[in-house]
Structures are given as C-alpha cells and as structure tokens.
C-alpha cells in the first residue's frame, strides 16, 4: 500500500506549501500543465500502445459514459425539484458524473491491483472519462452557463487535447515495438503523475469556504462517492455478475473521487467555481476512505 501514502503525502505536501506561501496563488496551475502535456501523455504511450483490444476493453470505457448519464439525468431531477441555479446543477453535473481516473484512479488501480491493471484504466479513462468530458461534458458546460453550443469549439477541444493526441499515437505505433531507452523515459516522464496531480490538488484546497457550500457539496459528494458506484455495482452484479480482475477494476475506478478536469472545464464556463473547487478539494481525500471500502466490497461479491 506504500502508493496509496505517496498519494496522501503528496497531497499533505500540496497543502503545505500553499499555507507556507512559498508558491504562488496559481501555483497549482503550472503543474496541471505538465500534468496534461507530459506525464499523462506519456503514460498513456507506454502502456496503451501494447493493450489487447477487444470488445471487452471498449465496454470497459463504457462504464465512464453509464456514470455521466446517470450523474445528468439525476442532478437536472434534483435540480428542478429544489429550484437549484442552473450554474450549480451543470457544476454538479460535471464534477458527480466524472471520475479522476488518471491522477487519482491509475496509482489507485496500482495500489490494489497492481501495475496490470494500469492499461485497462487508461482506456477506462481516455476512451470513457476524457473522451465524454471532451464531447458531451463541454456541451452540458455550454448549456447550463448560458453560452452558445459550438461544433467547431468541440471538435478544436477534442483535436488539440495532448491526452487524446497520445491516444491517437499509441494506437498508430501499436505494430512496432519501443527501443529501451523510449520505454525508460516514457515510465519516468510517467511517474511523476501522481505526485504532481495530488500536490496540485493540495495546493487548490480551501477549507474555509466549505461551510457556505455545505448542502450542494454533501450532494454532490454523497451522489460521486456512494450512490452511482453502489448503483452501477449493483447493475452489474445482477446483469453479468461480477467476476475476475477487468469487471472489478473497471466498477474499481467509476468508485474515483470528481475528475480534476470537469472542475476546471466547469470553472472555465463559470459554473459556481467555488463549489467545482470543493468537489476536488474535499472528494479526493475523502475518497482514500471511501475508495478502499468499494474495493473491499468488490473482492467478496
């Protein structure tokens, strides 16, 4: 388990820093960068350019799209009900309805599974999470901040994301195989993942305005982390059943606290940045607690 404490260290270190003010406000800002152009690019190009591909994996990816839907139809459901502000349903919407399965999900997949499971959650999350939240989470960030949907800003976003750009590649270079020293610093470039996505986290976190949030983050919060990965076990289990390591890792990762970029696209659109912040801020740790009892949950279903 010593990846999980990398990840709460990190985090703890994330913390630290931005209390000490020895980095900047918008500190976190330049690590999301690296995080998005190089480490995630380059694990993806390790490990997706050897993935086995067959109907199995792209229904894996699946799963990511079940949770959005369900997170959609459930928020516009409450939303109406309570009168919430359409800002706070799309906020919600974005940040229940995607799961971190990269910067938190992957070194979780390592810690409770091991490193063979790291290839199916890049799929999980480049063909499921990234790829919805390109599309159809960009057009749900439109629609509830009042803007203009556009096919062509959609199409640009998808095109130009690095991520996506190195899923292309890897499936490009999948008939050749990587010289020894490309295979070293792609794991290297790699490794650092983790460490930066949850300092970045730590450094984002602000305790202080939780209060004036309180009843939208319990929702939001209760909806990502219990009810849709208890609902979604729930469906599998009595639809195929659950049975060796894919189906697990798979249910595994829908289990992942919000994804760090939806609250930066709900951010960017405006939709009740505060409270996209909190998701984050206060869903990954709680997640360290709520994470380990699904897996627990899962190895004896």
Not at 97 to 122: C, D, K, Q, R, W
Not at 187 to 212: F, H, I, K, N
Not at 215 to 232: E, Q, S
Request: aromatic share 8%; charged share 10%.
């Amino acid at each position: 388990m010593h990846n999980l404490g990398l990840l709460i260290l990190c985090f703890a270190a994330g913390m630290a820093l931005r209390c000490s003010g020895r980095v900047p406000e918008n500190g976190h800002a330049g690590l999301n960068a690296f995080i998005i152009h190089v480490s995630l690019p380059a694990l993806i190009l390790l490990h997706l350019q050897r993935v086995p591909l067959g109907v199995d994996v792209f229904a894996a990816a699946a799963i990511a799209w079940a949770l959005f839907a369900l997170a959609a139809v459930f928020f516009l459901v409450v939303g109406r009900a309570t009168r919430m502000a359409p800002g706070t349903v799309g906020a919600l919407t974005l940040t229940a309805g995607l799961a971190n399965t990269s910067f938190v999900g992957i070194p979780m997949i390592e810690a409770f599974y091991g490193n063979g499971g790291v290839a199916l959650g890049l799929v999980i999350d480049q063909l499921g999470s990234y790829l919805a939240l390109a599309t159809v989470g960009i057009l749900v960030a439109a629609l509830y901040s009042g803007g203009r949907f556009s096919a062509r800003t959609v199409a640009r976003k998808i095109l130009t994301f690095p991520p996506l750009i190195a899923v292309v590649l890897a499936f490009a270079l999948r008939p050749l195989a990587y010289a020894d020293w490309a295979t070293s610093l792609l794991a290297r470039l790699g490794d650092t993942l983790a460490p930066l996505a949850l300092a970045s986290v730590g450094m984002q976190l602000r305790l202080g305005e939780v209060a004036g949030y309180r009843a939208n983050l319990a929702l939001g919060l209760a909806f990502k982390l219990v009810l849709a990965p208890g609902l979604l076990i729930a469906l599998c289990s009595a639809a195929i059943g659950i049975e060796g390591p894919t189906t697990r890792i798979v249910l595994f990762e829908a289990a992942m606290a919000p994804m760090i970029g939806a609250s930066i696209v709900a951010a960017e659109h405006k939709l009740d940045p505060p409270l996209t912040a909190l998701m984050v801020g206060i869903g990954i740790p709680l997640s360290f607690v709520t994470v380990p009892l699904w897996w627990w949950v899962l190895e004896r279903l």
